[in-house]
Antibody, heavy 119, light 109 residues
Framework: QVQLVESGGGVVQPGRSLRLSCAASGFTFNTYTVHWVRQAPGKGLEWVAVTSYDGSNKYVADSVKGRFTISRDNSKNTLYLQMNSLRVEDTAVYYCARDRLWFNSFDYWGQGTLVTVSS | QSALTQPPSASGSPGQSVTISCTGTSADVGAYIYVSWYQQHPGKAPKLLIFEVNKRPSGVPDRFSGSKSGNTASLTVSGLQAEDEADYYC?????????FGGGTKLTVL
């Protein structure tokens, strides 16, 4: 069965960095587009970033542009999100999600990892 | 990357039908078929209910249906059941990004 397991969340001070990972299993990871989507406490969903199946095409939301970088290692079936210059407003549960195609829809989601940015 | 507009709440009694709207613009909902709907129960990850405006993934009951007219998409839940009480989010492709609605809390009375 398809599984996505995020890790790397925690408490970090403003201005610091954190790297999230998402380990995929149960499907051919290197043939799927994958995204990061976040949800601030008590708030709605916000799209963060996407990478194509081979990592050749990547896009990030304006709210994180220049600070967050998405990448993948298909040899390890793992998706990453490098988050630099973190702000209090980046506090959220971060989900990785598989796309059916390219910007089509998110058909499988991980359980999420909580990132708290606080001094 | 403006958010899509959803009503914050909706409600209905068991067995009734409820429709949730999702309004975007001619640059997202109105321009593409890539409109999706997600159900999220408290403390859980979202679950895909509808993709490409009106298609259901395997395993999603046919009580859930989607449609679109112009810049507004809609999700209809027919034959409401207690387990349908959850938050519902729409999303749309908007040109190398995804816009989500603010979410609608559905209460089954």
């Amino acid at each position: 069965q398809v599984q996505l397991v995020e890790s790397g969340g925690g408490v970090v001070q403003p201005g610091r960095s954190l790297r999230l990972s998402c380990a995929a299993s149960g499907f051919t990871f290197n043939t799927y587009t994958v995204h990061w989507v976040r949800q601030a406490p008590g708030k709605g969903l916000e799209w963060v970033a996407v990478t194509s199946y081979d990592g050749s095409n990547k896009y990030v939301a304006d709210s994180v542009k220049g600070r967050f970088t998405i990448s993948r290692d298909n040899s390890k079936n793992t998706l990453y999100l490098q988050m630099n210059s973190l702000r209090v407003e980046d506090t959220a549960v971060y989900y990785c999600a598989r796309d059916r195609l390219w910007f089509n829809s998110f058909d499988y989601w991980g359980q999420g990892t909580l990132v708290t940015v606080s001094s | 990357q403006s958010a899509l507009t959803q009503p914050p709440s909706a409600s209905g009694s068991p067995g009734q039908s409820v429709t949730i709207s999702c309004t975007g613009t001619s640059a997202d909902v109105g321009a593409y078929i890539y409109v999706s709907w997600y159900q999220q129960h408290p403390g859980k990850a979202p679950k895909l209910l509808i993709f490409e405006v009106n298609k259901r993934p395997s395993g999603v009951p046919d009580r859930f249906s989607g449609s679109k007219s112009g810049n507004t998409a809609s999700l209809t839940v027919s034959g409401l059941q207690a387990e349908d009480e959850a938050d519902y989010y729409c999303s749309s492709y908007g040109g190398n990004n995804v816009a989500f609605g603010g979410g609608t809390k559905l209460t089954v009375l």
